[in-house]
Structures are given as C-alpha cells and as structure tokens.
C-alpha cells in the first residue's frame, strides 16, 4: 500500500487542499446569496452556470492541457479559481456571480482532468482501485470539512472568502514542488450520447435524472437548510450529513447491484430518495434529529445512483469503450445539473422553498418508472459480462473515477 501512494502523496496533497476551498465556496456562496437577498431563480442560475462552466471545461479543457501541459494548466486554473472566489466578494451582483460560478466550474473540471488522468497514470492494474478508493475517501472527507468551515465566521464578513482562496491557492503548491513526472498527453476521443442510449437507455437517462436532482442540491439545499432553521451551523451540518451518508450507501447499494439486476437497485434507491425527498418537503420546517435524519436518508439513497448507472451501462460496454462511456455520461450528468437548478429554483420561487425536495422526489420517480419499464422489456447483462461496482464521485462534483481522456479504467484490467 505505501509503495503505491508514496508516488501520489503532493498529488493528493493537492487534492485535499483544492477540495476543502471548493466545498467551503460550494455551501458559503448559496447562504451569502440569501443574505443578499438575491432571490432563489438567481441563486439556481448560480448552480446552473457552475456546471455549465463544468460541461465546457470537460470539452475545451483538454485541449488545453495538451497544448501546454498538466503543471500549467493546473496552476493557471488554480490561480484563476482562486482569485474568481475573492471577487465574489468585492461584486455583489447576482449577474456577475454567474459569470464567476461559469469560470469556477470550468476551471475545477479542467482540473479534475489534470488529477485523475495524474492519478491514472501513477495506477497500475493492481493498485488502481486503492489508489482510487483512497481518492474517494479524501474528496469526501475534505468537502465535509471545508462545509463545516462555515460555521467559523459571519458569512458577511471576507473572512470565509479569503479562506477559500487561500486553499485553493495552496494547492498549487504540492504539485508545482512535486519531483513525480507528470503524465502523458491526452488524446480526445468522441462523445456519442445516442450510442450509449442505444446500448444502455436506464444508463444513459439514470445520468441524466442524477444531474437534474442533485444540480438543484448542491445550488439550493444551503438555502432550503438556511430558511427551515435559520443559522449557518444548520446549513453545514444538513449538507454534511447528506455526503457523509452519501458516501455510506455507495457500499452496500454497491454490493447489492454486483448480484442482482442492476435496474432493480437502481429503483430501489430512486424510490428511497423520492421519499426521503418528499419527507423534508413536508417535515422541512422541524429542526433537530427529524431534519437531518431525513437528510441522511436521501443523501444514502440519491447519491449512489450516478455509480449505479454507470456501472449498469459499462455492463454493456465493449473492452474499449469504457473511456467514450465516462465522458458521456458525465457530460449527460452536467446537462441535467445545468437545467435542474432552473426549474427548482423557479419552483421555489413561486410555491416556497419545500418545493425543491417535491421537485428532486419528482425526478427519481420518473426514474424509477423508467427503469421499471425497461426492466419489463430487457433482460439484464450476462454475469460474464458485468464490471464490478466501483464508488463515483458524483456526490462530491468532480469528474469520475474513470479518467475520460487517459484511455485507462479502474473498472477492468
């Protein structure tokens, strides 16, 4: 095990440091939005134009990175995320922080492109998937934290916008300093979103309806959490709870769908999140125990699905396409997470707060019926065929696990 992070340590240094600013600015930017009294249509515009900023960084990133390399590119993002988070303190205009959450998101793709396909080539067939599992681990574990970090000053203030720049700043630093190698180039490749319907419609559409559920969580929850019970130590804990529990269901959701039809489990967590969903809709407006148990429940059930789809289509996915399939379905995800805010926040703004989680039970019905409807028409994937599950870090915004431009997959040999 050491020998296989010795390589990677400055890496994911770097990683840990970059993730903490951005889950801080993550849940900080929503609760100072509603302190503006910006107004929850500008607020989901906010969420939307993150990963609008994200689809492109995906698509033009690489090109990027190509023309002058990982370490330049990643201190270029970095220096430009980092200053984007102080600005948004000096503009106070809901039409500026669109342009700013825009470029945050292009920039943190493109980074997360720079991590992975550096963690990918410093893997082996052998060592992937711990060296990834532990990746998991950190994006979780430090998002959590930079969320809590809101509980250490005023919102207000400039003080927890100067903390978030100056991790994401410090994050430079390990990998500037760092005597690795970085990896080869990249090399582009297509993205064909009406193949991967073809061969895997629950996968491709499960992408989808995670995006236009969880885009609207990471934009509007802080302010859903904000307006039930009124201080920022309740937002941090709300969103926190949520990945936390995330991260927890991942495993035996995981497990289950490795013996039985994929499509089965993905039903049964999309019910469990609608009706986690529809129970903070309607018991949002109790604190305490109630609040952030239901919160568990859906972050448990909601989170794990982006992993699920996934591993449902690469169960139909030839030995080569795994790469296409990555970069395919995260972009389906970045499309939903574009729209979902939109609608959410315009539900909000016309029939209260409590409408986002109606709205979220809303989208994993539809899931669920979908997925009902092609399990009755499709058997499942033979058990030769089936790739093992592997955790995805939807829950935490990054890319994937699967690097979609390295040519390399921790899902098979």
């Not at 440091?17 to 849940?27: A, H, I, P, V």
């Not at 509980?151 to 430079?172: M, Q």
């Amino acid at each position: 095990m050491t020998a296989a992070i010795v390589p990677i340590i400055t890496l994911l240094l770097s990683v840990a440091l970059l993730l903490m600013g951005n889950g801080l600015q993550g849940t900080l930017l929503p609760v100072r939005a509603q302190l503006e009294d910006f107004g929850a249509l500008n607020i989901g515009i906010l969420g939307s134009s993150y990963f609008m900023g994200f689809a492109l960084g995906c698509l033009i990133g690489p090109k990027a990175v190509m023309r002058v390399g990982h370490i330049r590119v990643f201190t270029a993002m970095v220096s430009i995320a980092s200053t984007i988070s102080i600005l948004h303190v000096l503009i106070l205009s809901p039409q500026i922080w669109w342009v700013f959450r825009g470029i945050t998101g292009f920039c943190f793709a493109t980074l997360y492109i720079v991590i992975e396909s550096w963690l990918n080539e410093k893997s082996t067939n052998t060592t992937r998937g711990l060296i990834f599992s532990i990746y998991t681990i950190i994006n979780l574990t430090v998002i959590t934290i930079g969320q809590m970090l809101l509980t250490l000053a005023d919102p207000l203030a400039f003080t927890l916008f100067g903390l978030a720049s100056v991790l994401v700043s410090l994050s430079a630093v390990p990998v500037a300093l760092a005597n690795t190698s970085p990896p080869a180039d990249l090399t582009a490749i297509k993205i064909r979103p009406g193949y991967l319907y073809k061969i895997s419609p629950v996968g491709l559409i499960g992408c989808l309806a995670v995006g236009l559920a969880n885009g609207p969580f990471w934009a509007l929850a802080p302010v859903f959490a904000q307006r039930e019970n009124g201080d920022v130590a309740s937002v941090a804990i709300f969103m926190s709870v949520a990945v936390i529990s995330g991260a927890v269901g991942q495993y035996p959701l995981g497990k289950l769908s490795d013996n039985i039809d994929r499509r089965k489990v993905i039903i049964l967590a999309s019910l469990g999140a609608a009706m986690a969903g529809i129970g903070l809709a309607f018991i949002g407006h109790h604190s305490g125990p109630v609040f952030f148990g239901v919160a568990a429940l859906f972050g448990f059930f909601a989170f794990p699905i982006y992993s699920l789809a996934v591993a449902h289509l690469n169960d139909f996915v030839e030995a080569d396409g795994f790469v296409e399939a990555a970069s395919g379905l995260l972009l389906m995800f970045a499309a939903g997470a574009v729209v979902g805010p939109l609608i959410a926040s315009a539900l909000m703004r016309y029939y209260g707060v409590n409408t986002l989680f109606a709205y979220t039970a809303t989208v994993h019905i539809a899931l669920a019926a979908f997925a009902f409807y092609r399990l009755r028409n499709r058997a499942p994937a033979l058990a030769q065929d089936r790739v093992d599950f592997v955790d995805s870090l939807r829950v935490a915004q990054t890319v994937s696990v699967i690097d979609p431009l390295s040519g390399q997959s921790d899902t098979k040999p």
